[in-house]
């Protein structure tokens, strides 16, 4: 088994957890049974994942007999851990099984972020304001924010008391996620975008780009970063690693650095550090870990070209959008980032298949019950077309941002694809009319729905074939 040099032990326990398929709980049992020490169990193994606590050496000694990786990789893990943490390297790598990244935070008082009362409680702001249409359970805001489960349930209910936060329970389980309507959102999420969500920033552009291996931030941000007093840094600087046998598009990297900076409003440069030669009598693996596997392809041409639509006959009766429309659509856009309407981002949720799935399920309900009950009917095909013109947002990494004006959605799609996106912006406000009972005419017949779930179908269909053909903005 071979890793990356310089890679942090916490690294490398989690590769080669995962290369032998155990869970932190399987792993945890296995070491109380070879070590004969009951107390074992799994928060310390994610102490020791997350790079908050290095294991003592006689705990190194069990994790290589369990793990079957030399006790010297270990040491020159724990050496390694310990180094970075004192001198505040963020790093990002990629360990989880599934392709993505997993960003890891040295401990201490972050300099950058003096507001904040504790480093748990930016850390679950960052989790949950930088992903806003995603619920966390208590677990994973403690792996984001490298706290324990107490202190994020703490800083979780001061949150949600405040109105940033919203819970709700799936069972037992108790699910956490940002709310979306107040007022103080949109500038907190900005706050906390440029300083501590560099990370998870830097690790989804960055971990995009076909063959990288490993990702560290390094440089004056990085001490800022990790508490050391220093001077405010000029730039984000990013030290990016290979896989070996494998190669980065320029092209890729100078991509995923100028979303980076867009997003981030500070520039952000990038070395390419070459892999590491194997070591004598190491075994086939990784340099970015055991048991990983290669970060999820995307297309390497970022440009956009207009988008070429054949449009149906259909209920909508409007014509295509012209051939420079998406010229055209690519200025509105940059205006609607600017002011703040719509924001950046990326990673697994810059897909539309989730929304067109969600869109066809609305139409369809809608279809069944249009006899019966046409307001609701129609309710559902309103929702299908935002979930439409949402989805084709989420391709190119757009989203509205927390504040933004109702009807920025219909204004970005409308403006990059053609006129019959203003079915996005009519639907609206009719809804709207609908939920006034003191409006002239809030009724709705099943022969409105009729005419409006075809006209729906038909604008799913074509933002679909416009989709295929979407990159990310920028």
């Given at each position: 088994?071979?890793?990356?040099?310089?890679?942090?032990?916490?690294?490398?326990?989690?590769?080669?957890?995962?290369?032998?398929?155990?869970?932190?709980?399987?792993?945890?049992?296995?070491?109380?049974?070879?070590?004969?020490?009951?107390?074992?169990?799994?928060?310390?193994?994610?102490?020791?994942?997350?790079?908050?606590?290095?294991?003592?050496?006689?705990?190194?000694?069990?994790?290589?007999?369990?793990?079957?990786?030399?006790?010297?990789?270990?040491?020159?893990?724990?050496?390694?851990?310990?180094?970075?943490?004192?001198?505040?390297?963020?790093?990002?790598?990629?360990?989880?099984?599934?392709?993505?990244?997993?960003?890891?935070?040295?401990?201490?008082?972050?300099?950058?972020?003096?507001?904040?009362?504790?480093?748990?409680?930016?850390?679950?702001?960052?989790?949950?304001?930088?992903?806003?249409?995603?619920?966390?359970?208590?677990?994973?805001?403690?792996?984001?924010?490298?706290?324990?489960?107490?202190?994020?349930?703490?800083?979780?209910?001061?949150?949600?008391?405040?109105?940033?936060?919203?819970?709700?329970?799936?069972?037992?389980?108790?699910?956490?996620?940002?709310?979306?309507?107040?007022?103080?959102?949109?500038?907190?999420?900005?706050?906390?975008?440029?300083?501590?969500?560099?990370?998870?920033?830097?690790?989804?552009?960055?971990?995009?780009?076909?063959?990288?291996?490993?990702?560290?931030?390094?440089?004056?941000?990085?001490?800022?970063?990790?508490?050391?007093?220093?001077?405010?840094?000029?730039?984000?600087?990013?030290?990016?690693?290979?896989?070996?046998?494998?190669?980065?598009?320029?092209?890729?990297?100078?991509?995923?650095?100028?979303?980076?900076?867009?997003?981030?409003?500070?520039?952000?440069?990038?070395?390419?550090?070459?892999?590491?030669?194997?070591?004598?009598?190491?075994?086939?693996?990784?340099?970015?870990?055991?048991?990983?596997?290669?970060?999820?392809?995307?297309?390497?041409?970022?440009r956009r070209r207009p988008v070429v639509q054949v449009v149906t006959h259909s209920a909508l009766n409007v014509l295509p959008p012209a051939a420079d429309a998406w010229t055209t659509g690519a200025d509105e856009i940059t205006k609607l980032?600017?002011?703040?309407?719509?924001?950046?981002?990326?990673?697994?949720?810059?897909?539309?298949?989730?929304?067109?799935?969600?869109?066809?399920?609305?139409?369809?309900?809608?279809?069944?019950?249009?006899?019966?009950?046409?307001?609701?009917?129609?309710?559902?095909?309103?929702?299908?077309?935002?979930?439409?013109?949402?989805?084709?947002?989420?391709?190119?990494?757009?989203?509205?941002?927390?504040?933004?004006?109702?009807?920025?959605?219909?204004?970005?799609?409308?403006?990059?694809?053609?006129?019959?996106?203003?079915?996005?912006?009519?639907?609206?406000?009719?809804?709207?009319?609908?939920?006034?009972?003191?409006?002239?005419?809030?009724?709705?017949?099943?022969?409105?729905?009729?005419?409006?779930?075809?006209?729906?179908?038909?604008?799913?269909?074509?933002?679909?074939?416009?989709?295929?053909?979407?990159?990310?903005?920028?």
């Amino acid at each position: 088994m071979s890793t990356a040099v310089d890679q942090p032990i916490g690294q490398i326990i989690r590769s080669a957890r995962q290369r032998l398929g155990l869970s932190q709980y399987v792993l945890a049992d296995q070491l109380a049974a070879v070590s004969g020490k009951t107390t074992m169990g799994r928060d310390r193994v994610a102490r020791w994942e997350r790079g908050s606590q290095v294991p003592r050496s006689e705990w190194r000694q069990w994790l290589a007999a369990v793990l079957e990786v030399s006790t010297e990789q270990l040491d020159a893990g724990a050496e390694t851990a310990r180094r970075q943490n004192r001198l505040g390297h963020a790093m990002v790598t990629a360990s989880s099984p599934n392709g993505s990244h997993t960003v890891r935070r040295s401990q201490g008082t972050p300099a950058l972020l003096p507001v904040f009362r504790s480093r748990v409680q930016a850390g679950i702001l960052a989790a949950t304001l930088l992903n806003p249409h995603r619920a966390f359970s208590l677990s994973e805001l403690a792996e984001q924010a490298g706290g324990s489960l107490a202190s994020v349930s703490k800083e979780s209910k001061l949150l949600q008391e405040s109105g940033i936060l919203y819970t709700r329970y799936d069972g037992a389980i108790r699910l956490i996620r940002a709310a979306t309507d107040e007022p103080i959102l949109g500038p907190l999420t900005e706050l906390i975008r440029v300083t501590y969500g560099v990370p998870q920033v830097i690790c989804e552009e960055f971990g995009r780009v076909p063959g990288i291996g490993r990702i560290a931030l390094v440089g004056t941000w990085a001490e800022r970063f990790a508490g050391l007093i220093g001077p405010e840094p000029e730039s984000i600087q990013v030290r990016v690693t290979p896989r070996r046998t494998e190669t980065m598009s320029d092209e890729d990297l100078a991509a995923a650095g100028g979303r980076s900076t867009s997003r981030l409003h500070r520039p952000v440069t990038y070395s390419v550090v070459p892999a590491p030669p194997r070591t004598d009598g190491a075994a086939s693996g990784s340099s970015a870990g055991v048991g990983t596997k290669p970060a999820a392809r995307v297309p390497s041409q970022r440009r956009r070209r207009p988008v070429v639509q054949v449009v149906t006959h259909s209920a909508l009766n409007v014509l295509p959008p012209a051939a420079d429309a998406w010229t055209t659509g690519a200025d509105e856009i940059t205006k609607l980032l600017d002011n703040g309407q719509l924001e950046l981002f990326s990673g697994d949720t810059a897909d539309a298949r989730p929304y067109f799935e969600a869109a066809d399920a609305h139409l369809t309900s809608a279809e069944e019950v249009t006899t019966s009950s046409p307001g609701s009917a129609f309710v559902l095909v309103g929702q299908a077309v935002k979930s439409i013109a949402t989805g084709l947002l989420a391709a190119q990494g757009l989203r509205a941002a927390a504040g933004s004006r109702a009807d920025v959605i219909g204004q970005a799609t409308v403006a990059q694809f053609g006129p019959q996106f203003r079915q996005v912006e009519l639907l609206r406000q009719r809804l709207l009319e609908l939920g006034d009972p003191t409006w002239r005419d809030n009724r709705v017949t099943d022969m409105d729905v009729a005419g409006a779930v075809p006209a729906a179908r038909s604008l799913l269909k074509t933002s679909q074939d416009i989709a295929i053909e979407l990159n990310l903005f920028g």
